[in-house]
T-cell receptor, first 113, second 110 residues
Framework: EAAVTQSPRNKVTVTGGNVTLSCRQT?????MYWYRQDTGHGLRLIHY???????QIGDVPDGYKATRTTQEDFFLLLELASPSQTSLYFCASSAGGSNERLFFGHGTKLSVL | QQKVQQSPESLSVPEGGMASLNCTSSDRNFQYFWWYRQHSGEGPKALMSIFSDGDKKEGRFTAHLNKASLHVSLHIRDSQPSDSALYFCAAQSGSWQLIFGSGTQLTVMP
């Protein structure tokens, strides 16, 4: 089974704070993704990458930066966190292409007070 | 309006019963449809995909696709308490990106 590991599992910060969410995959997948999950909205794509050094914008990118340092590691950065960014964040990886399944991590629950 | 809409929002079925989940898309460019399942405290996990009209069966799970009406459904027979989870429908066009619906919360009552 493909493995995607996220850290931390829970994070609490204050408005205006800096937050970095980490993700590592050991699947040798090219594609990695950051999603946020909110009740009533399902999973919404923030950023994605198809290789080290590459970054693509998703559907809800405002207020987020991301960086892919290696094939395995993908980071999500919130430089000035706001309460609207309180959410459950998931990282995923896939081989890419059509009809390829995504493998998700266990998620990071972020609260911005 | 979301491109992928799921119904119902929540569903309760007795153990051993049939659960039927529905999904309708609004984009005829979608070619592949996925069902993902998320248990509480975990990340979503892919169940199955379908891209041809008709039925696709995997164990107790059957997906049905009608491209003309852009409707896909998931039927779970002999539902078990372990099937209690949030189920997402997701659609994919010729590119890679998956568009997720808002989910159906399934509860299987012992």
């Amino acid at each position: 089974e493909a493995a995607v590991t996220q850290s931390p599992r829970n994070k609490v910060t204050v408005t205006g704070g800096n937050v970095t969410l980490s993700c590592r995959q050991t699947n040798s997948h090219n594609y990695m993704y950051w999603y946020r999950q909110d009740t009533g909205h399902g999973l919404r794509l923030i950023h994605y990458s198809y290789g080290a050094g590459n970054l693509q914008i998703g559907d809800v990118p405002d207020g987020y930066k991301a960086t892919r340092t290696t094939q395995e590691d993908f980071f999500l950065l919130l430089e000035l966190a706001s309460p609207s960014q309180t959410s459950l964040y998931f990282c995923a990886s896939s081989a890419g292409g059509s009809n390829e399944r995504l493998f998700f991590g266990h998620g990071t629950k972020l609260s911005v007070l | 309006q979301q491109k992928v809409q799921q119904s119902p929002e929540s569903l309760s079925v007795p153990e051993g019963g049939m659960a039927s989940l529905n999904c309708t898309s609004s984009d005829r460019n979608f070619q592949y449809f996925w069902w993902y399942r998320q248990h509480s405290g975990e990340g979503p996990k892919a169940l199955m995909s379908i891209f041809s009209d008709g039925d696709k069966k995997e164990g107790r799970f059957t997906a049905h696709l009608n491209k003309a009406s852009l409707h896909v459904s998931l039927h779970i027979r002999d539902s078990q308490p372990s099937d209690s989870a949030l189920y997402f429908c997701a659609a994919q066009s010729g590119s890679w990106q998956l568009i997720f619906g808002s989910g159906t919360q399934l509860t299987v009552m012992p």
